[in-house]
């Protein structure tokens, strides 16, 4: 059963914890992305990774790492540096034409 | 610059069409897609067209693009209940895999 698997659907963490989400996919794809999503507004691109051991940074990567040590795992690691971290964020993988999302995963830092 | 944008909201009657639009930048774009994104969950395809095709239907959705005006187009033929989500439109800019533009999405609801 292939696909991509975000842990954990839900997350609290309080103001200056660092947190990493996970993200794995069995879909043999090279390229693995992470997006941010806020209430009433598209996908904002955080860091994406086309190869493991290669990433870049998106749009919007100031306060957020990453590491792609291997082709199944891109984590996310929310600093605190993100000044806003409260969102829902989204993994992707990249297929032959067309990206495959995970189920997400809401993070809530108070 | 790198814009896709669609209206944010279509109320439509159970049984309708809903044709969703969209109009996106780069003309260069290969691929131009439709994601669906149900409450708390993330994107699922719908389906997507190629940049030197007119239309695509599948089942109960036609897709239409217009590349001289940018404007590509997602008809849902009778509507249900089901249908109600939030439907994104993108493109894949440029001829690099690696970035794909999203719109904002279109909240479409259903009314009875």
């Known amino acids: 059963d292939g696909g991509i698997t975000q842990s954990p659907k839900y997350l609290f963490r309080k103001e200056g914890q660092n947190v990493t989400l996970s993200c794995e996919q069995n879909l043999n794809h090279d390229a693995m992305y992470w997006y941010r999503q806020d209430p009433g507004q598209g996908l904002r691109l955080i860091y994406y990774s086309q190869i493991v051991n290669d990433f870049q940074k998106g749009d919007i990567a100031e306060g957020y790492s990453v590491s792609r040590e291997k082709k199944e795992s891109f984590p996310l690691t929310v600093t605190s540096a993100q000044k806003n971290p409260t969102a829902f964020y989204l993994c992707?993988?990249?297929?032959?034409?067309?990206?495959?999302f995970g189920p997400g995963t809401r993070l809530t830092v108070t | 610059g790198e814009d896709v944008e669609q209206s944010l909201f279509l109320s439509v009657r159970e049984g309708d069409s809903s044709v969703i639009n969209c109009t996106y930048t780069d003309s260069s774009s290969t691929y131009l897609y439709w994601y669906k994104q149900e409450p708390g969950a993330g994107l699922q395809l719908l389906t997507y067209?190629?940049?030197?095709?007119d239309m695509k239907q599948d089942q109960r959705l036609t897709v239409l693009l217009n590349k001289k005006d940018k404007h590509l187009s997602l008809r849902i033929a009778d509507t249900q209940t089901g249908d109600s989500a939030i439907y994104f439109c993108?493109?894949?800019?440029?001829?690099?895999?690696?970035?794909?533009?999203f719109g904002s999405g279109t909240r479409l609801s259903i009314r009875p």
């Open positions: 993108a493109e894949r800019w440029g001829s690099s895999a690696s970035k794909i533009i």
């Open positions: 992707a993988s990249h297929g032959a034409h067309e990206q495959y």
């Open positions: 067209i190629f940049s030197n095709m």
